[in-house]
Nanobody, 124 residues
Framework: QVPVVESGGGVVQAGGSLRLSCAVS????????LGWFRQASGKEREFVAA????????AYSDAVKGRVTISRDNAKNTVSLQMNNLKPEDTAVYYC?????????????????WGQGTEVTVSS
């Protein structure tokens, strides 16, 4: 597994915004797709968004499409997730993942190793 460190979570009211960040090991960053997943209490982990190493190809889950933007900064070895118009159902621990797979494939891979994640709580 590629080492990652997630940050930026917090408590926000419904309708608010948060920006999550993930620092990725530089040695393997440039040829990897980067993605975000989340896991709400009592639920399975689910795919949120992914971005190809080219910074152009992206994929989003239907649950967040139109409210979330994923971006990456290859110079800083980071991937970000800008989340707007947050809803209580966005409450979850968010995890970052790096893998050498196409963007569309990352959404279907079942990963077993994860970082610590960053917690997002959206109050109604």
């Amino acid at each position: 597994q590629v080492p990652v460190v997630e940050s930026g979570g917090g408590v926000v009211q419904a309708g608010g915004s948060l920006r999550l960040s993930c620092a990725v090991s530089g040695r393997t960053f440039r040829d990897h797709t980067l993605g975000w997943f989340r896991q709400a209490s009592g639920k399975e982990r689910e795919f949120v968004a992914a971005i190809h190493w080219n910074g152009v190809d992206t994929a989003y889950s239907d649950a967040v499409k139109g409210r979330v933007t994923i971006s990456r900064d290859n110079a800083k070895n980071t991937v970000s997730l800008q989340m707007n118009n947050l809803k209580p159902e966005d409450t979850a621990v968010y995890y970052c993942k790096a893998d050498r797979v196409p963007v569309q494939i990352m959404a279907r891979v079942v990963y077993s190793a994860w970082g610590q994640g960053t917690e997002v709580t959206v109050s109604s």
